[in-house]
């Protein structure tokens, strides 16, 4: 049984950082993130393959970044030069299949979610 737990979240000021950790138990092969508001779909933020390629959406390139601890089975988003609109619930995603995907919908295992308040 697969078992995703984030933790990290805060409150923060715009240009700080933070890093949200996924701890996952179970057997999974890539994993993601994504974040949500009342007001907007789920969207994707990061996602890290089986072979530790990754993806971003273009609104936290250069500014975030995803990683994994093989050997402690967690997933990594630092989260840098943090603005105002980067404020959401975070989930960590993960699924069967070793390919990243930026659809919601391709990710059988979902956490609890974390959230991250960034004010101005």
């Known amino acids: 049984q697969v078992r995703l737990v984030e933790s990290g979240g805060g409150l923060v000021q715009a240009g700080d950082s933070l890093r949200l950790s996924c701890a996952v138990s179970?057997?999974?092969?890539?994993q993601a993130w994504f974040r949500q508001t009342p007001q907007k779909e789920r969207e994707f933020v990061a996602g890290i393959s089986w072979v530790a390629n990754t993806a971003y959406a273009d609104s936290v390139k250069g500014r975030f970044t995803i990683s994994r601890d093989n050997a402690k089975d967690t997933v990594f988003l630092q989260m840098n030069s943090l603005r105002p609109e980067d404020s959401s619930v975070y989930y960590c995603?993960?699924?069967?299949?070793?390919?990243?995907?930026?659809?919601?919908?391709?990710?059988?295992?979902w956490g609890q979610g974390t959230q991250v308040t960034v004010s101005s």
């Open positions: 179970g057997r999974t092969y890539s």
């Open positions: 995603a993960a699924r069967a299949s070793v390919k990243v995907d930026t659809m919601a919908d391709s990710y059988e295992y």
